[in-house]
Structure formats: structure tokens, C-alpha cells
């Protein structure tokens, strides 16, 4: 059974930074696409990072340069590093995952298949 879990979320000083794990299981974790997203109040969900099986990533354009993201295939963690934090950050933040093993690109537009319950970030 796929299983995600966020943690590291919280509320943070405009410029500050915070780090987001999602602990992974269920699925074989180093053949699988991943990435974080997240959804504001009254808007949209939008994808954040993707990381795909060959270890490309895509960023949104309203963070790259500001986010990293990270896959320890040791630990099954995928992290968020968030820098220069801005009010507009402020949202839930999901990991999410496509387990399939045939599926081996995936971009921030890929609607990924299983969801953790997600960390809110807040910036102020």
C-alpha cells in the first residue's frame, strides 16, 4: 500500500526557509516519479517540483531558483529545500508519487497518482 507523509511544515518570516520531507513506502521508491505540490486558498493546485526516474527535474517557474528538490533513495525521502521564502509560498504542500514502474518522465503539469495529506506552509 502506497504510503506518503509530509512533515517540516510551519509558519516562517518573509526570507526564511523551510525543509519538507515526505517519507515514502509501498512502491519501489528509487524507480518512481515523484514531486511536490501545492495549493493555496481559492486556488488552483499547481505542481511545484517534479523529479522523474532518471533524476531530471522541473521546477515552476515561480520558485526555480528558490526550491530544491531531493530524492534519498536510502531513506525513501523526497525533500523540499525552500529558500527566500515569499508570502505567495503560503499553501498546503502534497508529495505525491506514480508508482507505475513504465512510467519514467514526469513534468510539474504530470496529475501524479497518490497524495499524501499534505504540511502547511505559511509565510508572513
Known amino acids: 500500500q502506497v504510503q506518503l507523509v509530509e512533515s517540516g511544515g510551519g509558519s516562517v518570516q518573509v526570507g526564511g526557509s523551510l525543509r519538507l520531507s515526505c517519507v515514502a513506502s509501498?512502491?519501489?521508491?528509487?524507480?518512481?516519479?515523484m514531486g511536490w505540490f501545492r495549493q493555496a486558498p481559492g486556488k488552483e493546485r499547481e505542481g511545484v517540483a517534479a523529479?522523474?526516474?532518471?533524476?531530471?527535474?522541473t521546477y515552476a517557474d515561480s520558485v526555480n531558483g528558490r526550491l530544491t528538490v531531493s530524492k534519498d533513495g536510502a531513506t525513501h525521502t523526497l525533500s523540499l529545500q525552500m529558500n527566500s521564502l515569499k508570502p505567495e509560498d503560503t499553501a498546503m504542500y502534497y508529495c505525491?508519487?506514480?508508482?507505475?514502474?513504465?512510467?519514467?518522465?514526469?513534468?510539474?503539469?504530470?496529475?501524479?497518482?497518490?497524495w499524501g495529506p499534505g504540511t502547511q506552509v505559511t509565510v508572513s
Open positions: 505525491a508519487v506514480d508508482p507505475r514502474l513504465y512510467v519514467r518522465h514526469v513534468d510539474i503539469t504530470t496529475h501524479l497518482s497518490y
Open positions: 509501498g512502491f519501489t521508491y528509487n524507480s518512481a516519479c
Open positions: 523529479i522523474d526516474t532518471e533524476g531530471r527535474i
